[in-house]
């Protein structure tokens, strides 16, 4: 697993960007910063809509930005979500987050001051990919 970034600096990245959530239906307000291969630190928050399943989650909406600036490569993540929370991502963005980085490391809020640290291998074995 890569260690040779600032994780406080990452998380706190994190944090900012949840400033921007959209989140009026859960009040579950999700910030995610990925450190690009380049060094670039690209955020996204979750954006909520009125039609639930149309939710974008934090840590998606930063792959795609990225992705979008032809940062595919990258090698970390942090994910901040409320105080009062911990917040591992969601099945289905440890898929997306697989896509680009299947051993990417992973952070994430389990309070305002601290976070948790794991291999995405970890939080998703058997990572799906096709033939
Ligand atoms: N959410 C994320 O942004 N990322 C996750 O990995 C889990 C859930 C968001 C979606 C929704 O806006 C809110 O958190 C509550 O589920």
């Given amino acids: 697993m890569p260690n040779e970034f600032d994780e406080a600096k990452l ?3 994190a944090r900012a960007a949840r400033e921007h959530s959209y989140s009026p239906y859960s009040a ?29 989650c934090a840590e998606e909406a930063a792959v795609a930005t990225a992705v979008a600036q032809g940062r595919r490569r990258y090698s970390a993540i942090a994910i901040a979500g409320p105080a009062n929370a911990s917040a591992p ?4 963005c440890r898929q997306i987050l697989a896509e680009f980085a299947p ?29």
């Fill in 89 to 92: 991502p969601c099945g289905g």
């Fill in 11 to 13: 998380m706190a990245a």
């Fill in 103 to 131: 051993s990417l490391t992973v952070l994430y809020s389990s309070g305002e001051e601290t976070h948790e640290k794991a291999s995405l291998e970890v939080l998703l074995p058997a990572q799906f990919e096709l033939p």
């Fill in 28 to 56: 579950f307000a999700v910030g995610a910063a990925r450190l690009c291969e380049d060094g670039v630190v690209v955020t996204g928050c979750n954006v909520e809509n009125a039609a639930y399943p149309l939710t974008i």
